[in-house]
């Protein structure tokens, strides 16, 4: 069996400069998710730590860049799921923790239940070793470019799926509070035995359609193509939204589609 990763930086407004250098932090990330993957490792291990290296680069939306909301906090999502046992962790509004996906792995890993919110997240992560810091917001952010969630999706070498996203929202107004689709299972990423899908864009459109599981469901009966294409034409004809969307199976096989002026990702075969 062999074992394959991908990730991307979310959809959004990126120039192709922003694009490249996001691109060589993608790779340095992918490297890291595949050198566990080549050793043996877990398609969890590979998705969660090559997701710490997107969250502490501070270059993408999420971890220590992710964006404000509208009342100047910074407040993140993130989630992950095992596909062989259909187990999934995540955690919404958590803040001043630089990797959420690693709470969400806790949660999954540690309790019976699969989304803990707010402060609640914050101390759960606490209690489980975390470190609080001030995340400092990055108020230029936008000006520079405009990206979104990222995810990644990995198949190890005993076939096993893992997918994980990790978020700092959308920038802008909202109410905060406000939780986007990232950490739903379902709707911002899922896996079972056969793929793994994770979304990026607008939230609300991803929940509507509960895209991520659509997607993986189709996947069956559908070249992977075709698949990331649907998904996005049917965000767009029902909600009115662009956005992202990466897919990878079980033979390692995958597909990246974007509606958006562009995604960064990234995709490394063992
Ligand atoms: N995709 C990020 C969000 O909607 O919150």
Redesign the pocket.
Known sequence: MKAAIILHG?AGDWNEYNQDKAKKILEKAANIGIKILKKGGSSLDAVEKSINLLEDSGYF?CGLGSVTQNDGKIRM?AGIMDGFSLKCGSVAAIENIKNPISVARKVMEKTNHCLIVSKYATKFAVQNGFKTMKIRPKQAFKSEHSS??VGAVAVDMKGRIAVG?S????YGKMIPG?????PIAGA?FYANEYAGAA??????S?IRTVMSKHAVDISKEKPLKNVVESALRTIKQKTGCN?GIIILNKKGNFAAHYTTKAMPWVYKKE
């Open positions: 979310g939306d999502d979104d969630t996203n978020t700092g929202g959308v406000r939780v986007g689709g990232s911002g979304t990026t864009g607008v939230g609300e991803f956005g």
